[in-house]
């Protein structure tokens, strides 16, 4: 079982930046992809951005290729996403998932086994 609690939301300007962090509980944290998602009212969760059990390889949606970045710290079973250059049409609810796969950087929402609770990311114009 791995629990997911994600922090560093909130509300920013639009051009600044967040870091949202995703703390994992577990001693298997290593071997799971993580991923980021991020649902906006009335519309359907969509994935960001995902990273692979080993770090090596990331996946990134293409609306925030060249803005975001996603790593992982297996010493301190934490997953980020750095948020920069922000636009009001990334203000959503993000989460960040966990499963345990051999797929490099799992994409689809219904493949993740865990989901922490989201936090709230608004970007004002």
Do not use: H
Not at 69 to 76: L, M, P, T
Not at 86 to 107: F, H, P, Q, W
Not at 111 to 124: E, I, R
């Amino acid at each position: 079982q791995v629990q997911l609690v994600e922090s560093g939301g909130g509300l920013v300007q639009a051009g600044g930046s967040l870091r949202l962090s995703c703390a994992a509980s577990g001693r298997t944290f290593s071997s799971y992809v993580m991923g980021w998602f991020r649902q906006a009212p009335g519309k359907e969760r969509e994935i960001v951005a995902a990273v692979s059990w080993s770090g090596s390889a990331t996946y990134y949606a293409d609306f925030v290729k060249g803005r975001f970045n996603i790593s992982r710290d297996d010493s301190k079973n934490t997953v980020y996403l750095q948020m920069n250059c922000l636009k009001a049409e990334d203000t959503a609810v993000y989460y960040c998932a966990g499963v345990r796969t051999v797929v490099a950087c799992t994409r689809s929402p219904a493949a993740y086994d865990y989901w922490g609770q989201g936090t709230q990311v608004t970007v004002s114009p």
